[in-house]
């Protein structure tokens, strides 16, 4: 192994081959099913869309802070030296600080901009605001808010619950059935955050068909799952999974089948949803001919696949796409539910999963180890938001939410500043949040590449690429520690976000406090052997950081944990290993949330409908069900611009799938450009057919860079988030719903003109000298 160097990416680990002049990727050879996205990370295409200089927007720099803002996204930027781009950051937020106090600071980061544990944008910029006084933060994720806010209240936290997952090896050695709503798809568990090791999935699924387990995929979509085997498809109408779960758990419990006892010694709350279940409290029995209309599928297939569950090792898995939608509680609660009725939680290849499938690291038997971290320091700042109400807070300062069972109120923005992550990909209804991002006076953002965020910022940052710094990359269990080192020189004037905040720091009088007196190098050693002596306690040792940095790798599998079933402990003994909910059992129902008097979210699992389903208008002109999920070829919106991500595309614009009879009532063909359309907004996309996809649903992926026409405002790539809804999945979570959305597809409404989402916007070069003009600047 000595001489191999490594860059490890989300997409996995990749050899560095060639020489200074002419750099390549390649797969790490022990990667069975390597991922070739990061493949193109020093792709040409890419460096196209490079951010050169620092730049700020010249109404900005010529007016100052607050000026033209509906201006943003389409006037030129003005290039700067570092030290003046850095002064100019470091006085705005001396500005704002002293004129309206640090909550008036939003620290905006999705923390997937690097698979390093120091160059990591998240925990630098939160460091760094730390030390001049904190910042509104955001709450939870937009993979999982509506997760991470209920699971607490049943079972345990999702972040517990993503390492605790019953082992592949497990399963293919005890599992018989295999229940996916959502399906497993492949193409999400080419990542890990922090990096994914040897990819798995595949390899496992395989290994559970050949051990005899059948599998059935609950979703619109068949061509998530693949085992190499047969799959049984049942093609449900999308929402409706509760409902569906509940009908299954309606016939088990009307032939006798849930485990009572169970129920008893594990549970809380059983009888509450018991009654409901029945129809004892609503009139309403939830059986296979009530969920018949709902999910599209015979009643009589919903009884067998019951009978079926309650007559095999049976595990029930759920795609985190479920809980991105109206009352995306509801699923992950009735699933624990319906596997706590069969009563095989905590037993070898039975119990349930709440992501397998949707990151390479969920079912690994690696050692739980927790990696290297940089401290963040303490925010004494307590305003927050939960991640996906950024748009309702910059609209509307001092109003009112709920989160959690909790009163607060949104702050009063000022000045965002960016670091990691791309709003204008992964929030919902992009139109709106255009016209929100006008009310800040400061936008300030760290990019390596011009995308819609950048391009609508103040000021932009530009920053190194993973592939242009060294880092430690290490995610618990995906069973390898690697130092990863350059690639390439840094493009432009790039710098690291740490060098970056370091300079602003200077200017502040914070430097010390930000740097402790380390340059890179030093952090690196010092979070290294923090580190290890953390695992030698745990009997885990590695070599020091300088044999380490030498050797490129090291393999921990020799300390995997084969045979990890999730709630094992629990199952054996509840009294000694309790879960940690209030009645340290599982909560079937909870009287917390019941306490919590919320309407679209009661104390127990309960079907509720999407909230687009309710309008009989809405869903006449707009009769398709779209889903927005991740792209195969990218994460997220990383990497759009790169030679991988464009061949997936049509035409220039990301594929829209279709059924191939959906299209036919449509008079549409394959490969054309269609324009998709409802309410909130308009894209087009190239239109792409398949017997794979349900009728009535189409699937349009994430990630293409926001392209609206600067003059009808139609999106010109693909984004399907200029369609999808702006609304919380309920006043529990306020979590994302961009998967409850209906939409209709057609032959473009006006002439299509060509995609701009990767061009550059105007740049202008400052002569050596010339300062901002001082004239005509807004109060502010």
């Known amino acids: 192994m000595g001489g191999i160097r490594y860059s490890a990416a989300h997409w996995g680990v990749y050899e560095i081959e060639g020489g200074p002049g002419e750099p390549r990727l390649v797969p790490m050879r022990e990667d069975p099913d390597a991922s070739p996205i990061g493949l193109h990370q020093l792709a040409p295409e890419l460096a196209a869309v490079r951010v050169a200089r620092p730049a700020v927007r010249k109404s900005w720099l010529d007016y100052g802070p607050g000026a033209r803002p509906e201006l943003r996204g389409k006037e030129p930027f003005v290039e700067l030296d570092w030290d003046e781009a850095t002064k100019l950051v470091a006085d705005d937020l001396t500005r704002v600080r002293s004129a309206h106090g640090n909550a008036a600071i939003f620290g905006g980061s999705y923390g997937w901009a690097s698979a390093g544990r120091f160059h990591h944008a998240q925990s630098q910029i939160h460091r760094f605001l730390n030390c001049i006084g904190g910042y509104v933060a955001h709450r939870d994720s937009y993979s999982l808010a509506a997760a991470r806010v209920i699971l607490p209240h049943v079972v345990g936290s999702m972040d517990e619950l993503m390492k605790a997952h019953t082992s592949w090896d497990v399963l293919a050695d005890h599992c018989e059935l295999f229940v996916s709503f959502g399906g497993v798809p492949a193409k999400n568990a080419q990542i890990s955050q922090a990096g ?3 990819h798995r999935l595949q390899g496992a699924l395989r290994r559970m068909a050949e051990a005899g387990c059948e599998f059935v995929n609950i979703s619109p979509v068949a061509s998530g799952l693949n085992t190499g085997g047969p799959v049984e498809w049942l093609p449900i109408r999308p929402g409706s999974d509760t409902a569906l779960m509940l009908a299954l758990a309606h016939d088990i419990h009307a032939r006798g089948r849930h485990d009572r006892d169970f ?27 009530w969920a018949a209309p709902l999910t599209g599928l015979p009643a009589e297939q919903i009884r067998d696949l019951a009978r079926r569950m309650s007559e095999k090792r049976t595990m029930i898995n759920a795609a985190w796409s479920l809980q991105r939608a109206d009352h995306g509680e509801q699923p992950f609660w009735m699933l624990i539910t319906l596997a706590a009725m069969l009563g095989q939680i905590g037993l070898p290849g039975g119990g349930f999963g709440v992501g397998y499938g949707c990151e390479n690291s969920i079912g690994s038997a690696h050692a739980r180890l927790s990696g290297p971290s940089l401290p963040q320091g303490r925010n004494p700042v307590d305003a927050f938001i939960p991640v996906a109400r950024i748009a309702d807070m910059l609209e509307n300062p001092g109003a009112p939410f709920t989160y959690n069972g909790g009163h607060y109120r949104y702050p009063d923005i000022r000045l965002i500043y960016w670091a990691g992550g791309n709003p204008f990909h992964h929030h919902q209804d992009l139109g709106r949040l255009e016209r929100a991002w006008r009310k800040p006076e400061t936008i300030v953002v760290h990019e390596p590449f011009w995308t819609p965020t950048a391009r609508r910022a103040d000021i932009v940052l530009p920053v190194t690429m993973p592939t242009e710094r060294e880092d430690i990359s290490y995610a618990t269990l995906e069973g390898y520690l690697i130092a990863s080192r350059p690639v390439s020189a840094p493009s432009g004037m790039a710098l690291d976000d740490y060098e970056i905040f370091r300079r602003i720091a200077v200017h502040m009088g914070v430097e010390a406090a930000f740097s402790e007196g380390r340059d890179t190098e030093a952090w690196l050693r010092h979070l290294y052997e923090g580190m290890r002596r953390k695992w030698s306690a745990a009997g885990v040792s590695v070599a020091d950081f300088d044999t380490f940095r030498e050797v490129g790798r090291i393999d921990l599998s020799a300390h995997d944990e084969l045979g990890r079933i999730c709630l094992g402990a629990f199952r054996a003994d509840p009294v000694a290993a309790p879960l940690p909910t209030p009645s340290g059992r599982i909560e079937i129902a909870s009287d917390t949330i019941a306490g919590f008097g919320l309407a679209d979210c009661p104390g127990h699992p309960v079907w509720q409908p999407p909230i687009e389903w309710l309008g009989a208008d809405a869903a006449a002109r707009y009769p398709l069900h779209l889903i927005s999920d991740q792209p195969a070829r990218r994460l997220h919106s990383q990497l759009d611009a ?3 991500s464009r061949a997936g595309k049509i035409s220039g614009r990301e594929p829209i799938t279709m059924h191939p009879a959906d299209a036919a009532e449509r008079g549409l063909a394959d490969g054309e450009v269609v324009e998709v359309v409802n309410d909130r907004g308009c894209c087009l996309a190239g239109l792409r057919l398949s017997d794979q996809m349900m009728r009535g649903v189409v699937r349009l992926a994430t990630g293409a860079w926001f392209d609206p026409d600067p003059v009808s405002g139609r999106e010109r790539h693909g984004n399907p988030n200029v369609l999808t809804a702006d609304r919380p999945a309920s006043s529990l979570s306020q979590g994302c719903s961009a998967q409850s959305c209906l939409v209709e597809v057609r032959r473009p409404s006006a002439p299509v003109t060509p995609p701009q989402a990767f061009d550059r916007p105007g740049l202008i070069a400052r002569p ?13």
Do not use: I, M, N
Request: net charge negative.
């Open 263 to 289: 129920l008893a010694r594990y549970c809380t709350g059983w009888e509450t949803f018991e009654a409901y279940l029945t129809g004892a409290t609503d009139g309403q029995a939830k059986s296979a001919d």
């Open 642 to 644: 790169s030679p991988h």
């Open 768 to 780: 050596a000298g010339e300062g901002p003009r001082d004239q005509d600047k807004p109060t502010v």
């Open 196 to 198: 994914a090791g040897r």
